[in-house]
């Protein structure tokens, strides 16, 4: 029920009752297997009318409950898209259709259904989408006395783009659009030490 239109109706009720002390409102217990006539006549209206709301669809609860989602989303991707390293750090990924994968809540997100059956391919996924992973490019960030070189040795950098695209290490799966979702799962499932912790 629509909650508006509860608001309405008790606020309706509390003026009837306050007009005056003699106002009142009787319950009739009148069960079916009675067979009153006048509850045949009551039911049978009852199932046959159609309720249109008086009131605009945004006071429904899942209405609203969809607008508070989409707002967050909203928020969440202006400051994403504001953010100077975004462009850098996160991994832009797109569907089948070649359109940009956003954030959503809807059927387990645009990330999650491609991975989320798997906790270890869900952790190196969001290591590797973040680009917060054990890799020289991390390790260079914030431990710059560590090594950050590749271990192939063909490279100064062990960067999430030569782990993607060029290091030897990880050729068990090639196709060049690791921008693709599809791909990108196909090649972390086919390599499963990319983006993992040498100890795991």
Known sequence: MLQKQSIFVLAKLREFFDHCDMNSIKFWECPSKGNWHLHKAVSSD???FNLISLLLNKYFWDFSKKLESNNILNTWKMTFQASDLKRRNFLELVDSDN?????TYYKEGSWLQCFGHSNSLCTRATRAITNHAPIGEYRLKFFPNEDFSCPCGLYPIEMRQ??????RRFNEYWNPRRDSIAHFIQFLERNPRAFSFTSS
Not at 162 to 167: D, P, R
């Open 46 to 48: 009852t199932k046959s």
């Open 99 to 103: 359109i940009s994968l956003e954030p």
């Open 162 to 167: 030569h782990i993607l695209h060029e290091c």
